[in-house]
T-cell receptor, first 114, second 110 residues
């Protein structure tokens, strides 16, 4: 299965600023997924990122707040913009869902907004 | 809309006990069911993947079963160890969706 390198692992940010999270995969993948996990909650899908096209956002998530880049088949970034304390969460990237091989997740970015 | 429920929400056991974590889902039209482990503040580590045509999968002290028709899966952990302490998440893959339960937080005390 694919190996994902995600960074940063954690950050503490001031409100009103932005943070960009990076995920690098060790193999080419068609789709990459970005999730948010709020404190004490399960994972919620933010968007699906395909190379060469606009990301597809889930209900409740918008591009202005969570812009995503997917410049090639092994890399993607998620930016959390104009942050507020409510954005404090763990953000995770994931690949998989094809060929019955299940999903692989990055190590997560623990974001605290103060 | 698929809904995934995990019971119990939390579990505390002494070292050495065998234990069962439960996962139920509402829509049986699934491709796969996957069990993950999450340590505090960290990402997800895949433990076992059961494809829809399979009944169970085993890895070391872990055994996961799937009864698709009844919408249930169980994760059996044998001879629990303090290092097993973590949150265990069940995820069901449907058509272009992956739906998670809220997890079972497991604490194994020495």
């Amino acid at each position: 299965s694919a190996v994902i390198s995600q960074k940063p692992s954690r950050d503490i940010c001031q409100r009103g600023t932005s943070l960009t999270i990076q995920c690098q995969v060790d193999s080419q993948v068609t789709m990459m997924f970005w999730y948010r996990q709020q404190p004490g909650q399960s994972l919620t899908l933010i968007a699906t990122a395909n190379q060469g096209s606009e990301a597809t956002y889930e209900s409740g998530f918008v591009i202005d707040k969570f812009p995503i880049s997917r410049p090639n088949l092994t890399f993607s970034t998620l930016t959390v913009s104009n942050m507020s304390p409510e954005d404090s969460s763990i953000y995770l990237c994931s690949v998989g869902g094809t060929g019955g091989g299940g999903y692989t997740f990055g190590s997560g970015t623990r974001l605290t907004v103060v | 809309k698929q809904e995934v429920t995990q019971i119990p929400a939390a579990l505390s056991v002494p070292e050495g006990e065998n234990l069962v974590l439960n996962c139920s889902f509402t829509d049986s039209a699934i491709y796969n069911l996957q069990w993950f482990r999450q340590d505090p503040g960290k990402g997800l580590t895949s433990l076992l993947l059961i494809q829809s045509s399979q009944r169970e999968q085993t890895s070391g002290r872990l055994n996961a079963s799937l009864d698709k028709s009844s919408g249930r899966s169980t994760l059996y952990i044998a001879a629990s160890q303090p290092g097993d302490s973590a949150t265990y998440l069940c995820a069901v893959e449907g058509y272009s969706t992956l739906t998670f339960g809220k997890g079972t937080m497991l604490l194994v005390s020495p």
